[in-house]
Structure formats: structure tokens, C-alpha cells
């Protein structure tokens, strides 16, 4: 406690009523949270289990709960939940989805699963409309976190693209529930339409949940917000931090309104402001309160710190988007010199995951180690959970989940009416899926060609699983994967020939290191497939793990998932219209969002920032001129030095950049 500025230890203490903590980058808002649940569990007599902290991501509940377990003894902190809204959902529904409509074991879809589901969706609904799978699916999920089902959807269009999506909507959920699944968004809104609808279910979570903490509470969409009113109930045990300043989710539904909401809904809400910042030097600090001046605000706030000046904030204009990398690259290994810094003390962002690819290229030229947040890891992999799927399949025939990922992959035409008949069936008589289908009579009531079809599919299992006995495993799978003609599939899905071939040799690598850890275990004795499959997931996730935790390596990542965040250097590259702000935002108007997305980025930074742009980038395969960002002539000029190529040596540096290419092609060679 003695730690805490006085503000803080007051939002700490404060157990009266409801209370938000209202404050700007860096000035201790999450450390609030992590000190009051200490301070919940140490002397306000909660145990830990009905406490609830929600978070932004993984990592930050990762943190949170780390933080928290150097604070209270463990006995005392058993059952808390740290956890994101959607872990928090998941939580939730794992002991209500009977209540939902669900059987255990559900499977939860991913962005990627979605994406196939409704792209297939579209084309059957609504063939040559040129309607994109990209804008249907931001549409749902903005329907799915404004809480509408499709039928209300469906009546609250405005146009023709609308209405088709909202059926598109209908058709959508009608599969997910008849493969048992829930997407992402699901996990928030299933929870709170059954915390509507069912008061018994609501009293026992708010008897669980008695005090609810919320970070970041910025960035919460309408679904999420109704989430927390309803566990906080008439009890009000509720701390909410956040920064307006730093909502940078609008586009997904966030409202920062939320933060004036709440004191409508929660009439006797206490704010506490903090203003001292505790990360920054005070250069950074008066640059990125310089730029946010720029917007205008509902609760006005003046952030101050105590660190030193510090260096002006450099801002480097490179020749083009190689010479940017390249530049960073070179930047990272000299300030580590100089400082005597590691390299996980320096993290880079950018606007957009493609600006990565660059400079990844230039990292691994300088042998630079290096780490990006947010790439799809091999387990997630839609190819590889088909793979897996099958493999779960033929060693527990009973997995449902497998069952519902494979049976229309590759496509066996099998529709989602006939599939909720079979689950109907299965449930009746508590069978699982695989098992229904080998004992289906005529009383399933299934049209004989459906049926057929799913007879076909079940001999097919059959016919591997005995296979699997006589012979050995891993051929037998392989076999199978060329049997059921799946890089054909692939291809059909695939956006060229490049990315199926990539795919179908990912799906090798993983039967391949199947093989190995079979070959590796022969000592200890037979290994089965079922081992191998599980222990491999494990090792997968261990692996993340271990990276996350101690690796020294330069942290890449957006913009948005650097929020929360530090670092003691800081780069943001990219700082050109079109790109930062980006193009989208300029063209829909939405450039505040923009200005306090690069807020987000400037406050990350300790003790060092640099901000890079490039005079002419690639775009569409032209080489465009660009304009400097408006940001950077937002921001003070006695606090900012301007360096890299003027107009003038432009020349010089085209050949320096030729020159350095080809030296680097070479290495890389
Ligand atoms: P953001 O808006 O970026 O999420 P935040 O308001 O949540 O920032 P924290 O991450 O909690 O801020 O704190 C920023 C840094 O200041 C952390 O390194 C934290 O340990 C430190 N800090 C917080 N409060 C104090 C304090 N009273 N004394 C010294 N350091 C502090
Ligand atoms: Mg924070």
C-alpha cells in the first residue's frame, strides 16, 4: 500500500459503492486493480473465489494473476478469476450449456472457422451479389455485440445487403448449434441472453461473483457492458478502470459512451482521477498529451511525471518501406550497444499486420531475435484442426466435437437439418454421434438420401478404425488423408495453389512429428495415438508459453495489441496519411480514433521513442510518394528531432539503399 500514491490507495480502500477510476496512460490504473484485489482478499474478507477481475487479453490476465500470486497467500487467492470477458464467458458456460442448448464439450470457432463456415454460407444465400466475406462477418459480430438475434436483425435492416446478411445471420447459427459450437463472440452474448432470461442461473453467479473489477473498461462493446451490470446486480461491488483517451475499439462495437453510462446506471458511482504518470519521461509524456489535445474531450485530464526529461523523440524518414525495416533493424542493435539494453526491452508497432513481413526479412538479416504477437499459431492452423480432428476421431470415436469439424470436410454434402436430426437422436438415447449412426434404425427419421450419406461417412470411419488395429498407424493415416482427396479440398479453399500445397505439407509435418514421438517413446513401450495426439497438443501450448515468459527477443506488434503495455523503447513505424492515420479512417471520417490509437502507441514507450515513415512505399504494385503523417505536425517541435534523408540527398540514398539490399540478399542467401 505504502507503494500507492494517495489517489490510489483511496480507489483501493473504497469498498462503499460502485467506483471507476478515470485516468490517463501509465498513471497506475491496472496496478489499482491488481492492489485491490490483494487488498479484497487481505482485508476486506473476499475470498478469493468470488472475486472476478476482467481483463484485455491472455497476456494481461497472465500478468495480472502473476502479480496478484506475489501479493496474497495462495490458499486465500484459490478461485479467483483473472480472465478475459470471453474466458470469463467461456467459464460461464461450461457449467450453464445445458441451459443454452448445448452439450459438453462444446467447440468454440475461431475468426478462421467462422470465416469458412460463412463463406460457404454466402455462396449457397447469395451467389454472385459480390457481397464480401469480410464485411458479412464484421456485420454479424456487430450484431452478435449490439446483442441482436437474427430475427431482429432481420427486421431492423436497412438494405437489401442487410436483409441478405441477417438470413446469412439465421443460417449461420442454425449450423453452429447443430455442430455444437459456439464462435467468439457467442461467449459474451449466450451468457448474457441466459443471465436475461433466467434469474435463478443470474443469483448463483452473482453469489459467485461478488466483486467484479474491469480494465481497460474503455474498449467494452454493448454486449460485454450489459455482462457486468447484470453480475453486478443490486450489490454494486464494482471497480472499473480506464482512459477514453485510449478507446481504440470502436470499429468492433467498443463504446467509450460506457464510461458516461455508467454513471446514469450506477447513480452513486464515486471517479477517482489519477495524474501522475509513473512510465514515461517527460518528453514522451508532453508529445503524446499534445497530440490528444487535438480531440476533443468529455473529461478533461492532465497527465504529469516525475521521471526525467529524457531524449527528444527522433523521428526518422527513411527512403522507402526497405530502408524503414532496415533502418529500425539497424536502430535496435545500436541502441542496444549504447544502453546496454536486452532485446526485449524494445518492441515495435505498426499499423497493420502486413508492415511486419518487412521487417521481419531485416531482423532476421541482423540476426536480430524477435517475436510476433498475434501471428496464428501451427495449432490454430484451420488444416491442422482439420487434421487433429480426425486423428481425436478415429482414437475416441465418441469425440462429437471431431465428429462435427470432419464430417463436411471435405464436403459430403450432409446439411445442417440433417445433422440436427442425428443429434436429436443421439441425445435421446445419450448416445455420441458415431455411435447413433452405427445403431440408426428407420426411426430416425432421416430422408434415405441423407442417410446414405451418413451411413457412407460412418463406414468410412469404421473401415479406418479396423485398419488401425491390424496395421501400422501412421501410414494408415496418411493413407487416409490421400483417400478422402483432402489437398483437393484444400485447394478449393485455398486462395492459390501455393497456399493448399503450404497447407497439405503442414498437415505432413504434423503426422511426421507424430511418427518421431512414437520412434522416441519405444524405450518406455508402446506409445498409443491417443497419447501422442494429447501430449503433442500440450507441448504446443507449453512451448507459447515458455516463449512468452523468458525469451529475450524485440517485440512485434500492432498498434491495438500493444494497449496496456511497456516498454523501454519504443518504435511505431509507418507514420504516413493512408497508413497512420489509415486510409479507412480518413475516408470514413473516424481520424480520432486514429489520433487516440497513436496515443496508445506513444504512451508505451519509457524511456526512449522513435517514429519512422517512409518517402515512397509499394502500393498495389505502384511506388507511391507519400505525405507525412498529420501526427507528427501535431506534435511539439521542441520535444521532437527530425533525422533521416531530406528531399535533397534523396539520390544518394537511392543508391545507398541499392547497395545495402544487394549486401543484404546476399546474407540472406
Ligand atoms: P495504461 O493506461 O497504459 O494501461 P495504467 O494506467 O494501467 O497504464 P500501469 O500499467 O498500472 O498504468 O502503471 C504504469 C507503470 O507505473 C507500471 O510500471 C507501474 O508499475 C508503475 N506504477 C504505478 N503506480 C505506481 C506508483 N504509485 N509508484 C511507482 N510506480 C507506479
Ligand atoms: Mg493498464
Not at 441451459?99 to 454472385?128: C, K, M, N, T
Request: net charge negative; charged share 30%; hydrophobic share 40%.
Amino acid at each position: 500500500m505504502s507503494q500507492l500514491n494517495p489517489r490510489q490507495r483511496e480507489a483501493v480502500k473504497y469498498l462503499d459503492g460502485p467506483l471507476l477510476v478515470l485516468a490517463g496512460a501509465g498513471s497506475g490504473k491496472t496496478s489499482v486493480i491488481t492492489r485491490k484485489i490483494a487488498h479484497l482478499i487481505e482485508y476486506a474478507g473476499f475470498p478469493g473465489r468470488h472475486i472476478a477481475a476482467v481483463t484485455f487479453t491472455n497476456k494481461a490476465a497472465r500478468e495480472m494473476k502473476e502479480r496478484v500470486g506475489r501479493l496474497v497467500d495462495r490458499r486465500a487467492a484459490r478461485g479467483l478469476i483473472v480472465a478475459t470477458f470471453h474466458n470469463l464467458g467461456l467459464t460461464i458456460l461450461r457449467e450453464e450449456h445445458d441451459a443454452v442448448g448445448y452439450h459438453p464439450g462444446f467447440s468454440i470457432f475461431d475468426a478462421e472457422d467462422a470465416r469458412a463456415l460463412l463463406r460457404d454460407l454466402l455462396a449457397q444465400h447469395a451467389p454472385d451479389t459480390g457481397l464480401e466475406v469480410g464485411d458479412l462477418q464484421m456485420t454479424l459480430s456487430n450484431w452478435k455485440n449490439a446483442m441482436l438475434l437474427p430475427d431482429q436483425a432481420l427486421s431492423r435492416a436497412r438494405d437489401a445487403r442487410e436483409e441478405r446478411f441477417a438470413v446469412i445471420y439465421q443460417h449461420y447459427a442454425d449450423y453452429l448449434k447443430a455442430y455444437n459450437a459456439l464462435d467468439f463472440d457467442d461467449l459474451i452474448l449466450l451468457p448474457v441472453l441466459l443471465f436475461r432470461n433466467n434469474t435463478e442461473i443470474l443469483e448463483k453467479w452473482q453469489r459467485r461473483i461478488r466483486y467484479l473489477l474491469v480494465d481497460e473498461y474503455q474498449d467494452t462493446n454493448l454486449s460485454q457492458y450489459e455482462m457486468v451490470r447484470l453480475l453486478v446486480g443490486h450489490r454494486q461491488c464494482l471497480t472499473v478502470v480506464g482512459d477514453d483517451d485510449q478507446s481504440i475499439y470502436a470499429w468492433r462495437g467498443a463504446r467509450p459512451e460506457n464510461l458516461a453510462q455508467l454513471k446514469e446506471d450506477f447513480p452513486g458511482l464515486k471517479i477517482v482521477k489519477l495524474e501522475q504518470n509513473y512510465r514515461s519521461m517527460r518528453r514522451i509524456l508532453s508529445t503524446a498529451n499534445a497530440l490528444i489535445a487535438n480531440n476533443p474531450h468529455v473529461f478533461e485530464k492532465a497527465l504529469w511525471s516525475e521521471l526525467g526529461v529524457g531524449d527528444p523523440i527522433r523521428i526518422l524518414r527513411t527512403r522507402n518501406e526497405e530502408a524503414e525495416a532496415e533502418r529500425i533493424a539497424s536502430e535496435i542493435l545500436d541502441h542496444k550497444l549504447k544502453s546496454h539494453a536486452e532485446f526485449r526491452d524494445f518492441a515495435v508497432l505498426y499499423r497493420g499486420n502486413h508492415q511486419a513481413r518487412l521487417l521481419e526479412i531485416k531482423l532476421q538479416a541482423y540476426q536480430i531475435p524477435y517475436r510476433i504477437s498475434g501471428g496464428t499459431s501451427f495449432f490454430a492452423k484451420n488444416e491442422i484442426k482439420d487434421a487433429m480432428a480426425y486423428l481425436r476421431l478415429l482414437t475416441n470415436p465418441d469425440d462429437d466435437t471431431a465428429f462435427l469439424r470432419v464430417v463436411n470436410v471435405p464436403r459430403r454434402e450432409i446439411g445442417p437439418r440433417t445433422l440436427e436430426q442425428l443429434t436429436g437422436y443421439a441425445r435421446q438415447r445419450g448416445l455420441s454421434l458415431t455411435r447413433a449412426l452405427n445403431e440408426m434404425g428407420a426411426d430416425a427419421h432421416i430422408q434415405a438420401r441423407s442417410l446414405e450419406k451418413l451411413r457412407r461417412f460412418a463406414d468410412f470411419l469404421n473401415r479406418t478404425c479396423e485398419r488401425l488395429e491390424r496395421e501400422d498407424t501412421l501410414p494408415v493415416i496418411r493413407q487416409m488423408f490421400t483417400d478422402i482427396e483432402y489437398q483437393e479440398w484444400l485447394q478449393q479453399n485455398a486462395s492459390s495453389t501455393k497456399q493448399a500445397q503450404r497447407q497439405m505439407d503442414n498437415v505432413w509435418y504434423l503426422l511426421d512429428s507424430l511418427e518421431q514421438m512414437n520412434r522416441n517413446e519405444d524405450d518406455e513401450g508402446e506409445q498409443t495415438l491417443e497419447d501422442a495426439v494429447s501430449r503433442l497438443v500440450l507441448r504446443d501450448i507449453m512451448e507459447r508459453q515458455e516463449e512468452e515468459d523468458d525469451s529475450d527477443k524485440v517485440q512485434l506488434m500492432t498498434l491495438h495489441a500493444s494497449k496496456g503495455l511497456e516498454f523501454p523503447h519504443v518504435f511505431v513505424m509507418g507514420l504516413e496519411e493512408e497508413l497512420l492515420p489509415h486510409r479507412s479512417s480518413i475516408e470514413q471520417d473516424s481520424i480520432e480514433e486514429e489520433r487516440r490509437l497513436m496515443y496508445v502507441g506513444i504512451t508505451r514507450a519509457q524511456r526512449t521513442l522513435t517514429l519512422t515513415y517512409a518517402a515512397q512505399r509499394k502500393q498495389y504494385g505502384d511506388v507511391i510518394e507519400t505525405i507525412p503523417s498529420r501526427f507528427i505536425d501535431e506534435m511539439p517541435d521542441d520535444h521532437v528531432k527530425h533525422e533521416g534523408i531530406g528531399k535533397a540527398d534523396k539520390e544518394t540514398n537511392q543508391r545507398r539503399g541499392k547497395a545495402t539490399l544487394s549486401a543484404l540478399l546476399d546474407d540472406l542467401s
